[in-house]
């Protein structure tokens, strides 16, 4: 019996021993890890902070919910009616009337687009590409209810334009500073694509100050100021005139173009910054025109071949290829081969940067360029002169007695008259396209006579070719040099 006890125990002790040997080893495997690891961080001393996933100041600046509801107010949905005539041949009629005669045929069109209201008594700022050509403009509000628009003034040179509704009260959208943009922030664009009206994309700011040659590239006459600010937020047409803002909801630039192949959005797109808005849409309101000032300097942006060329420090600015005689810059004594650093203090290194900073400023005003001249750095005191190389501001209304057909006229000199041995007669100052032009005339030419009268003052040239009850003219013109010609054409 006490040897069947003893084997028993045997056995008991036997089997338990391996278990308490197994539990020790574990347990110091256990605390022999937790001590490397806690020693590990102790060394290190590595920052350690909780995860939070609960909403943070982050998801409050992302909320576009308020933003968006107070701009779509002040969004609006222009629609436009377009009615083109041209003439339709007629090999009939060229019998009896010679060539060209024929038919006059009407091709009738639609458009629409966006626009912002920017001042509480029914001012509003589209593009020029918007309402360009159009017989009938409405505008309708986002509460749905639609009025008639006129086209108080254009600006082909931004895409800038402006309408007028005859309603009282409405919600002009704040304007923020672009200047105070930066590369990376969140904006929306706020339009109507593809007619959906009160349409809300959100995107942020890719690059500033970008220039795509998009406009005047179907007409060389105009002088194309372009530095978009380019975005990332879905545009596309219909959204041409509407808001790109801030998260505060304040105008920050007029959604103008896309960069697409298709003619839909493809991830860019591009609109005018607010500063250079504001002083369009200034200038079409009190003038009826843009008051655009000119340094009068050729220029080209800065590469590793023109710094090697012209041994130049670095890339920065814009390097000054001519100077125009009699310039603003010209009488500040800017010389070819000065390299423009700053203007006022914005740093330069565009030819975009630096047509927006003039573009926002007027004839008559003075400028202070940095240059940089054979390594040493100076300020210039610019005045700024309009096209006619002056300072003078013009409305709309006066630029209207001294134009006619596309073209603009001044009195001659007494000095020219001498020179020419004539008594009379007005000089073609400035033409863009129009039926002088289209008939072979030029800037510099001389009209003496109008269907055998004598030209006497600007005033009497410009209202006889206004006239609608004449159904042609004819010319008598001479060039710069005195050589006489004549010149035929209908009204």
């Known amino acids: 019996m006490k040897k069947n006890m003893k084997s028993i125990g045997l056995g008991i002790l036997g089997g338990a021993l391996p278990l308490v040997v197994f539990f020790m080893l574990n347990s110091n495997g256990i605390n022999s890890d937790t001590t490397s690891n806690n020693k590990t961080i102790e060394e290190t001393n590595a920052p350690v902070s909780k995860v939070n996933f609960v909403p943070s100041q982050i998801d409050e600046k992302l909320d576009f919910t308020k933003a968006s509801e107070?701009?779509?107010?002040?969004?609006?949905?222009?629609?436009t009616k377009v009615v083109q005539s041209y003439v339709q041949r007629d090999p009939f009629l060229e019998f009896f009337y010679g060539p060209g005669a024929g038919r006059e045929r009407k091709q009738y069109g639609s458009g629409s687009g966006s626009g912002v209201i920017i001042t509480e008594d029914g001012y509003i700022v589209t593009n020029n590409h918007v309402i360009q050509n159009a017989s009938e403009i409405q505008v309708t509000l986002n509460?749905?209810?639609t009025f008639d628009a006129e086209i108080i003034g254009t600006d082909p040179s931004t895409d800038i334009a402006v309408l007028k509704i005859n309603k009282t009260g409405l919600r002009a959208m704040p304007i923020a500073n672009s200047d105070d943009v930066k590369v990376g922030q969140w904006v929306l664009a706020v339009g109507n694509p593809f007619n959906l009206n009160s349409t809300v994309t959100a995107g942020i700011v890719s690059a500033k100050a970008r220039n795509i040659n998009i406009i005047g590239s179907q007409n060389?006459?105009?002088?194309?100021?372009?530095?978009?600010?380019q975005t990332d937020a879905a545009v596309n047409p219909g959204n041409s005139g509407g808001a790109l803002i801030n998260t505060q909801g304040q105008l920050i630039g007029i959604?103008?173009?896309?960069?697409?192949?298709?003619?839909?959005?493809?991830?860019?797109?591009?609109?005018?910054?607010?500063?250079?808005?504001?002083?369009?849409?200034?200038?079409?309101?009190?003038?009826?025109m843009v008051q655009r000032g000119f340094l009068g300097v050729q220029i080209q942006e800065i590469t590793q071949d023109l710094i090697n060329d012209k041994d130049l420090e670095d890339s920065k600015g814009i390097y000054i290829v001519g100077v125009n005689e009699g310039s603003g810059a010209d009488k500040?004594?800017?010389?070819?081969?000065?390299?423009?650093?700053?203007?006022g203090s914005k740093a330069i290194n565009s030819t975009a940067e630096l047509q927006e900073a003039i573009g926002r400023r007027r004839p008559g005003d003075i400028v202070t360029l940095t240059i940089r001249r054979e390594g040493k750095i100076m300020t210039k005191d610019v005045l700024l002169k309009n096209i006619e190389g002056n300072t003078e501001l013009t409305s709309k209304a006066e630029l209207e007695k001294h134009s006619a057909l596309g073209a603009t006229f001044v009195e001659l000199t007494n000095k020219e008259k001498k020179e020419l041995n004539i008594e009379h007669g007005v000089k073609i100052s400035s033409i863009t396209t129009g039926k002088l032009r289209a008939n072979g005339l030029t800037k510099g030419i001389i009209i003496t006579k109008i269907n055998n009268e004598d030209v006497k003052s600007v005033e009497q040239l410009t209202s006889y070719l206004k006239r609608k009850d004449k159904k042609g003219v004819l010319l008598e013109v001479m060039s710069e040099s005195g050589q006489k010609d004549y010149v035929g054409f209908g009204l």
């Open 332 to 343: 500040a004594k800017i010389k070819e081969g000065d390299v423009i650093l700053k203007v």
């Open 255 to 288: 959604n103008t173009a896309i960069a697409s192949q298709t003619g839909n959005y493809a991830g860019y797109s591009f609109a005018v910054p607010s500063r250079l808005v504001t002083k369009i849409t200034n200038d079409l309101i009190d003038y009826g």
């Open 220 to 229: 060389k006459e105009i002088i194309p100021i372009e530095s978009f600010i």
């Open 70 to 79: 107070e701009s779509v107010h002040s969004v609006v949905h222009v629609k």
């Open 143 to 145: 509460n749905n209810t």
